[in-house]
Each structure stands twice: as C-alpha cells, then as structure tokens.
C-alpha cells in the first residue's frame, strides 16, 4: 500500500467523492473542495486541510491525527464527530477548530 506523503491534492474538486477508507496521510488537500465526500474511516494523519471545504462530508471514523484544519469551513455538529480520531489531548484544538470556524451552509 502506498502513503499520500506525495500527493498534492490543493484545490481540487473533489465535492461528493466516495474516499471512505482512503489512505491519505500527509496529503496536501489545501483549499480542496470536500463537500459532501465521503471521508469514512479515512487516513488523514498529518494532511494539510488548511482552507479546505468540509461541509457535508461525512467524518466518521476518520483518523485526523496531527491533520492541520486552519480556516477549513465544516457545517459538522461536533455530536456527528463520533468515532472521529484525534491525537491525545488535542479535543480542545478541536473544540476551538468548531468554535472558531462557525458552521456555514452549504452552497445551493
């Protein structure tokens, strides 16, 4: 199997895209447009999802371990992060990554 340390991923469209279980680790999904992707149980460790559109995608289960999310826009309910994994003691980066970037509705 092969990790996503290369893959350079910053802008793309890749609105409603099945990449559940993707292994993207240390990707570079900069300002990458993931409305409604599937991210199920995706390998997102140490990706850069800076600016990236999340709103819609389904998180569940996805690793987002050392994952930077500044300025990403998101409409998740912290309550739909169940299963989500973070590294030890950052639930507050990710309460404060919630609380800082308000949910914002999705695009007609």
């Known amino acids: 199997m092969t990790d996503s340390y290369s893959v350079h991923l910053n802008g793309a469209g ?3 895209a099945d990449l559940s279980h993707a292994i993207l680790r240390g990707a570079n999904l900069r300002d990458a447009d993931l409305r409604g992707a599937d991210l199920r149980g995706a390998n997102l460790r140490d990706a850069d999802l800076r600016g990236a559109d999340l709103r819609g995608a389904d998180l569940l289960g996805a690793c987002l371990c050392g994952a930077d999310l500044s300025g990403a826009r998101h409409d998740t309910d ?3 992060l169940v299963g989500t994994i973070w590294p030890d003691g950052c639930r507050s980066e990710v309460a404060a ?3 800082a970037t308000p949910a914002t ?3 007609e």
Do not use: D, I
Request: aromatic share 8%.
């Open 14 to 16: 890749l609105s409603g």
């Open 78 to 80: 912290p309550a739909g």
């Open 97 to 99: 990554f919630l609380a």
């Open 105 to 107: 509705p999705a695009e």
